[in-house]
């Protein structure tokens, strides 16, 4: 099946500092998200982006599904952006998504 | 409001029990999941439902048991035959067809 690896698997910044997570897969995918999972444990929707740039507020994520990586960058961090980031793939269809291991971010004041 | 409802948030079991994890949407998707976390690490798929009446196994199926009796629901019994059961649990549900997937809150089970 499909593999995902991220990098780094964790990351420490000082707030205020800029950041970039990386996604790779091993196969052409069609379904490609991110999420943020905070210390409770919630899982939240940041992009679905199979291909292409997108930008919310300090974060902006772009994939390049030709060379099977995305890309996830945090400006201006802040405490609250602490937690674990996903890359999460899919083919076409429904079939489900297959997750990486994350990348485990700590912002510090 | 709209969403994924998880119950319970925590849960233990004594062992050779078996344990159901509730999963309720009411946003009118196709498609749920279940997924497993453990500690440091990434979620792993247990079942998945495209329709009402129809499951697959994921990768880590075994001591796992589903129905998908109705499009709201997609309940999951964790049997005594899964030999590691403590963990988290995360349901999700998606319109299908490589929609934005949705998650629920979780639930923390475990085996005391």
């Known amino acids: 099946g499909i593999q995902v690896e991220q990098s780094p698997p964790d990351l420490i910044l000082q707030e205020g500092a800029n950041s970039t997570l990386r996604c790779n897969f091993s196969?052409?995918?069609?379904?490609l998200q991110w999420f943020h999972q905070n210390p409770w444990g919630q899982l939240i929707n940041l992009f679905y982006i199979p291909s292409g740039t997108k930008q919310n507020g300090r974060l902006s994520a772009t994939t390049v599904a030709t060379e099977r990586y995305s890309l996830l960058y945090i400006s201006s961090s802040q405490t609250t952006d602490s937690g674990v980031y996903f890359c999460a793939v899919g083919y076409s269809g429904n079939t489900p998504l297959v997750f990486g291991k994350g990348t485990r971010l700590s912002v510090i004041a | 409001d709209g969403g994924i409802t998880q119950s319970p948030k925590y849960l233990f079991r004594k062992e050779g029990q078996n344990v159901t994890l509730s999963c309720e949407q009411n946003?009118?998707?196709?498609?749920m999941y279940w997924y497993r976390q453990d500690p440091g690490q990434g979620l792993r798929l247990i079942y998945y439902?495209?329709?009402?009446?129809?499951?697959q196994k994921g990768d880590i199926a075994e001591g796992y048991s589903v129905s998908r009796e109705k499009k709201e629901s997609f309940p999951l019994t964790v049997t005594s035959a899964q030999k590691n059961p403590t963990a988290f649990y995360l349901c999700a549900s998606s319109p299908g067809r490589g929609n934005t997937i949705y998650f629920g809150e979780g639930s923390w089970l475990t085996v005391v």
């Open positions: 946003l009118n998707h196709d498609a």
């Open positions: 439902s495209q329709i009402v009446n129809d499951f």
């Open positions: 196969d052409s995918v069609n379904n």
